[in-house]
């Protein structure tokens, strides 16, 4: 069965750190594409990390701050997030792609889901 689960997620100072788990069942490690995404209260759901293959694209809003890695001995892809912001609360998906795709920056190129967790960031 296809799964993603994640875990990590909490409320932190700004300057804090923070790691994002997300660990993938079923064929969705494998995907051609795995990304992270966040949605801030009354916002659309956006891309901060996305991984096809090839080198790691991060939003300009998190470059130099997030690192995106994966585990493939645990089936497991993280989120390291340094430098927190107070903009960067939001709920944070891990998400699959199966599907074929020219980019996966958008929510509909993805067809598997984590159940989200919060990351609050206070000031």
């Known amino acids: 069965q296809e799964q993603l689960v994640e875990s990590g997620g909490g409320s932190v100072q700004a300057g804090d750190s923070l790691r994002l788990s997300c660990l993938a069942s079923?064929?969705?490690?494998?995907?051609?594409?795995m990304a992270w995404f966040r949605q801030a209260p009354g916002k659309e759901r956006v891309a901060v990390a996305t991984?096809?293959?090839?080198?790691?694209d991060y939003a300009d809003s998190v470059k130099g701050r997030f690192t995106m890695s994966r585990d493939n001995a645990k089936k497991t892809m993280y989120l390291q997030m340094n430098s927190l912001k107070p903009e960067d609360t939001a709920v944070y998906y891990c998400?699959?792609?199966?599907?074929?795709?020219?980019?996966?920056?958008?929510?509909?190129?993805?067809?598997?889901w984590g159940q989200g967790t919060q990351v609050t960031v206070s000031s």
């Open positions: 079923g064929r969705t490690f494998n995907s051609n594409a």
């Open positions: 998400a699959a792609s199966t599907y074929s795709a020219p980019t996966y920056y958008t929510p509909g190129r993805y067809n598997y």
């Open positions: 991984w096809s293959g090839g080198p790691t």
